[in-house]
């Protein structure tokens, strides 16, 4: 079955500065790569994902690229704001969207104000 | 935007007893609800995939006796926690679609 990794576990930036997310999934099949922030207590929100016919995706400060010949994913956030701080999943799937997901581990961005 | 309930959000329950939780899909229909268990300061683990009017398919290590999964419409799945023991403690989320999970129930058996 699919393996992704997520690294690093832990990230603390400081306000204005950029966050990278960096995740590795293991099967080739695998074409639906979406990111979610968690808040202690609440659901997953998806905040941006991208499939494996894109190379790179962009809403306004959160970006995210593929890379399928490494088959890696990264996360990248960019002027930080304290609000940003979360859990953050990556996440895969070989069936699009309505398919089932492996998640990575997480990472608990912190940003300092 | 497309909304997914449950209830409840959280219980409390003595070991040896059952307690269900649905998921319900408010503004649309689903054909597929996922069901997924996350304990604190973990991921989210694939429990099992809901399938309206058919059985549901359980990942490996899920004991499919003990988490029973109706999908009796395509608005409403259940997941009922058989003769819960302590270890099954953890917080319960269902989704659809990818991107449209429930608030989650925070489940705890004493």
């Known amino acids: 079955g699919e393996n992704v990794e997520q690294h690093p576990s832990t990230l603390s930036v400081q306000e204005g500065d950029s966050a990278v997310i960096k995740c590795t999934y293991s099967d080739s099949a695998s074409n639906y790569f979406p990111w979610y922030k968690q808040e202690l207590g609440k659901r997953p929100q998806l905040i941006i994902d991208?499939?494996?016919?894109?190379g790179e995706k962009k809403d306004q400060r959160i970006a995210v690229t593929l890379n399928k010949t490494a088959k890696h994913f990264s996360l990248h956030i960019t002027e930080t704001q304290p609000e940003d701080s979360a859990v953050y999943f990556c996440a895969a799937s070989s069936g699009g969207s309505n398919y089932k997901l492996t998640f990575g581990k997480g990472t608990l961005l912190t940003v300092n104000p | 935007g497309a909304v997914v309930s449950q209830h409840p959000s959280w219980v409390i329950c003595k070991s040896g007893t059952s307690v269900k939780i649905e998921c319900r899909s408010l503004d649309f229909q689903a054909t597929t609800m996922f069901w997924y268990r996350q304990f604190p300061k973990q991921s989210l683990m694939l429990m099992a995939t809901?399938?309206?009017?058919?059985?549901?398919?359980?990942e490996q290590g899920v004991e499919k006796d003990k988490f029973l999964i109706n999908h009796a419409s395509l608005t409403l799945s259940t997941l009922t926690v058989t003769s819960a023991h302590p270890e099954d403690s953890s917080f319960y989320i269902c989704s659809a679609f990818g991107q449209y999970f429930g608030p989650g129930t925070r489940l705890t058996v004493t």
């Open positions: 809901s399938n309206e009017g058919s059985k549901a398919t359980y």
């Open positions: 991208i499939r494996s016919n894109v």
